[in-house]
Nanobody, 115 residues
Framework: QVRLVESGGGLVQPGGSLQLSCALS????????MGWYRQAPGKQRELVAG???????NYADSVNGRFTISRDNAKNTVYLQMNSLKLEDTAVYYC?????????WGQGTQVTVSS
């Protein structure tokens, strides 16, 4: 089991930007497929974006073109750059690390988009 620590959440106005970071410790970062999920109040948790250990990315339709996931293997960190934020992006964002069908979760970081 690895430890995932997210940071970078906060309050931002509609149209603004935030960058989330997630640092992995306890194992070899390069072995993991990484992802970001989010859960808004009263809604199910949903996949936002994923990046494989080889760098392939995928995005939810709702964020495609606005969010960018990236990873820095030298820093054991995955990022989520969020631009053109909308009210409906408000949620708790969770970092995930997948390997051999097992998933570890971070504790979550709150992103609030409000005017």
């Amino acid at each position: 089991q690895v430890r995932l620590v997210e940071s970078g959440g906060g309050l931002v106005q509609p149209g603004g930007s935030l960058q989330l970071s997630c640092a992995l410790s306890g194992n070899i970062f390069e072995l993991y497929n990484m992802g970001w999920y989010r859960q808004a109040p009263g809604k199910q948790r949903e996949l936002v974006a994923g990046i494989s250990n080889s760098g392939n990315t995928n995005y939810a339709d709702s964020v495609n073109g606005r969010f960018t996931i990236s990873r820095d293997n030298a820093k054991n960190t995955v990022y989520l750059q969020m631009n053109s934020l909308k009210l409906e992006d408000t949620a708790v964002y969770y970092c995930t690390a997948d390997r051999f069908g097992l998933r570890d979760w971070g504790q979550g970081t709150q992103v609030t988009v409000s005017s």
